[in-house]
């Protein structure tokens, strides 16, 4: 079926997902004419925001300049929730924790101590009689921040559309951008429905940014991840009331998880879990025995009690820039398109205020928010790196990989799990 529709769009955002259905919403909401395009369904389970739960946190071992940014977002969270009628966000508390020196535990106290946020120091055992479920060494240190919590990743897509619709903006699923291309003062997108000019165009295409933006090809590349639910043993001790999401660094590696929610199991993944660079087209998208038995495995030494029946499996895709932080910024050869990357495993919770920036972005080329961390040239003028952003990968390039995607080979640097971000 081929739909052409006349006139003109102020913005265009490929790809309705986390960032773009926010996108979608403030620029509606400041009276932009929107279409949003989305290749799959809304919401859908091919991307990167699908599977009940995504942590939210203000203390953030990854840098501690992403706090001013969380504070926004859960501002604009609760204003969603609120718009919405339905609940988004649950507050459960978080726990990061890891050995002393690490760069979780130290990263998440640096993080509370510049911006004087809430906290408490607990080891392992203490840690165990305050939330029963988890059995951490008692070696290691896990700081515990009251305002941390999850969303409802799904809800909040379904949630940003709605309000767009309210405000006007059209937003088509099951509709693929195939291209687009610059115009004076604009941009053509071409589908495989039908061919749109707006004034301006937003990337947020998640896991195939690389295939619709030149220049994050190569700068922003998908990985294979797998999720486990456990039904647990005493259910009890991971309940929202009783059980904190956690960003955990133990002998196997970096891990993340959640509260029973939406499953009647509890979640969690092991960050890079086999380090899987993938087309998200070909992804394999099956979990295998495999990728259960290291999760199993990660779950009976520290969650003994969660280690029931399997209740579910799911592959999902982290998208990763070389340093790991966020490419958000105006396409510097074209300045009325910009992009948001998917943010390298850690960007749902910002989603919201992502999507505020992005709308500045369309709307003025510039934002309020500090966005400098974020910009592309960090990546590929390393002498132009901003002195906030982190040190440059030396370590663990080695171990670069090329990938092939449409024909051309890719390579890139492997980042190492485990690395400074600060
Ligand atoms: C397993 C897993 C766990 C995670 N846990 C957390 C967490 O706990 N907390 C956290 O903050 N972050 C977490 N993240 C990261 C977070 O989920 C991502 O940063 C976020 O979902 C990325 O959103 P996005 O909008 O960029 O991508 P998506 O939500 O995938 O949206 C991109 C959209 O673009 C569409 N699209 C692509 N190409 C086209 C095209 N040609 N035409 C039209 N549409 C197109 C796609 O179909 C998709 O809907 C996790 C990620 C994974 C995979």
């Known amino acids: 079926m081929s739909v052409t529709y006349s006139g003109r769009y102020d913005a265009i955002v490929v790809g309705v997902g986390g960032m773009g259905s926010a996108a979608s919403y403030y620029l509606a909401r ?16 091919m991307g990167s925001s699908h599977g009940h739960t995504r942590i939210i946190r203000l203390a953030y071992y990854e840098h501690p300049s992403y706090v001013l940014l969380l504070r926004r977002a859960y501002e604009l969270w609760r204003e969603i929730q609120k718009t919405a009628g339905e609940r988004l966000l649950y507050t ?6 890891g050995p002393e020196d690490s760069w979780v535990f130290k990263g998440s106290w640096e993080s509370c101590r510049l911006h004087d946020l809430p906290h408490e120091v607990l080891t392992g055992s203490e840690l165990h009689r305050r939330y029963p479920g988890y059995r951490l060494p008692d070696d290691h240190l896990a700081l515990v921040q009251p305002d941390g919590g999850f969303l409802a990743p799904e809800k909040c897509i379904v949630s940003y559309v709605t309000a767009a619709q309210a405000q006007g903006a059209e937003i088509h699923a099951r509709e693929r951008v195939l291209e687009w291309e610059p115009l004076e003062g604009g941009v053509r997108v071409r589908t495989d429905r039908g061919s749109y000019e707006a004034d301006k165009l937003v990337v947020t295409a998640g896991a195939w940014d690389g295939e619709l933006v ?9 990985e294979r991840q797998v999720l486990a639910w456990l039904q647990p043993t005493r259910p009890e001790r991971f309940r929202p009331e009783n059980f904190p999401v956690f960003n955990l660094l133990v002998d196997e590696g970096r891990f993340y998880g959640f509260p029973v929610h939406g499953v009647p199991g509890f979640k969690f993944g092991k960050y890079h879990h086999l380090e899987e660079v993938v087309d998200p087209d ?10 259960e038995q290291l999760l199993r495995d ?8 969660g280690c029931g029946p399997t209740m579910d499996l799911q592959t999902c895709m982290f998208t990763n820039t070389p340093d790991n932080h966020f490419v958000i910024d105006v396409h510097p050869d074209y300045e009325q398109v910009s992009f948001a990357s998917p943010c390298s495993g850690h960007g749902y919770k ?3 205020v992502i999507g505020e920036i992005m709308a500045d972005l369309a709307d003025t080329g510039i934002t309020r928010h500090d966005i400098s961390l974020f910009r592309l040239d960090r990546l590929t003028e390393p002498t132009h790196r901003p002195s906030s952003a982190p040190p440059p990968i030396t370590q663990g390039q080695a171990n670069g990989q090329v990938h092939e995607r449409n024909g051309h080979s890719r390579s890139f640097p492997r980042v190492p799990d485990v690395r400074p971000f600060w």
């Open 30 to 45: 400041r009276g932009k004419r929107v279409l949003g395009l989305e290749r799959f369904g809304l919401p859908h389970a």
């Open 282 to 291: 070909t992804l394999d998208r099956e979990a295998h025995d495999y990728d």
């Open 298 to 305: 990660f779950a009976e030494r520290y969650f003994p009690d």
């Open 350 to 352: 910002f989603a919201s």
């Open 92 to 97: 459960t508390g978080s726990v990061d924790s």
């Open 214 to 222: 030149d220049v994050l090809d190569g700068l922003a590349v998908p």
